[in-house]
T-cell receptor, first 113, second 115 residues
Framework: GQQLNQSPQSMFIQEGEDVSMNCTSS?????WLWYKQDPGEGPVLLIA?????ELTSNGRLTAQFGITRKDSFLNISASIPSDVGIYFC?????????????FGKGTKLSVKP | GAGVSQSPRYKVAKRGQDVALRCDPI?????LFWYQQALGQGPEFLTY????????KSGLPSDRFFAERPEGSVSTLKIQRTQQEDSAVYLC?????????????FGSGTRLTVV
């Protein structure tokens, strides 16, 4: 099935560092979403973006909806150990009988050894 | 309940066995989705219900996969004659609005291992 292009696939973080990841698609979406998934759990919504160009923050997280509606990025500032996990972007076109999410393959954040 | 509940959390099935996975959405949620998440991948859409109506089943990988939501609340995903490639985490998600421009609330999933 279709999956979005998400990068990087993995990265190591040191406490206090800023982190950036992005997601691109060959098709446009009405909504971009960012989720975090911890081991053994389902994805949890972090940020939802509804308008092209929109920049939204949620605490230390900032995400932007690209103006072409085909990309989005997520920044995490001043990372802390509990930021470790897998982050997924997802695109959505809602309305009518639609609304299913198309996910990226994920960016795995781990702590630097 | 407070969240989306899925059972069982883990299921080991012998190849060829039939399995049934259950999802209890958040009370009052109209929309219900099933996703399949293979190891190291993002979730992939399987099927969508609005109340009891299955409006989209385009993601079901074969006719061995069947989902139902007869009373518009609890949903069951059934996989017949399981194969090794069916091994994955099966996630259920629900939302209170039809086609809502929001993310959905996911359950913790059922991890299916076919041996």
């Amino acid at each position: 099935g279709q999956q979005l292009n998400q990068s990087p696939q993995s990265m190591f973080i040191q406490e206090g560092e800023d982190v950036s990841m992005n997601c691109t698609s060959s098709s446009i979406f009405n909504t971009w979403l960012w989720y975090k998934q911890d081991p053994g759990e389902g994805p949890v919504l972090l940020i939802a973006l509804y308008k092209a160009g929109e920049l939204t923050s949620n605490g230390r997280l900032t995400a932007q909806f690209g103006i072409t509606r085909k990309d989005s990025f997520l920044n995490i500032s001043a990372s802390i150990p509990s930021d470790v996990g897998i982050y997924f972007c997802a695109g959505q076109n809602y309305g009518g009988s639609q609304g299913n999410l198309i996910f990226g393959k994920g960016t795995k954040l781990s702590v630097k050894p | 309940g407070a969240g989306v509940s899925q059972s069982p959390r883990y299921k080991v099935a012998k190849r060829g066995q039939d399995v049934a996975l259950r999802c209890d959405p958040i009370s009052g949620h109209v929309s219900l989705f099933w996703y399949q998440q293979a190891l190291g991948q993002g979730p992939e859409f399987l099927t969508y219900f609005q109340n009891e109506a299955q409006l989209d089943k385009s993601g079901l990988p074969s006719d061995r996969f069947f989902a139902e939501r007869p009373e518009g609340s609890v949903s069951t995903l059934k996989i017949q004659r399981t194969q090794q490639e069916d091994s994955a985490v099966y996630l259920c998600a629900s939302s209170y609005r039809q086609g809502a421009p929001y993310g959905y609330t996911f359950g913790s999933g059922t991890r299916l291992t076919v041996v």
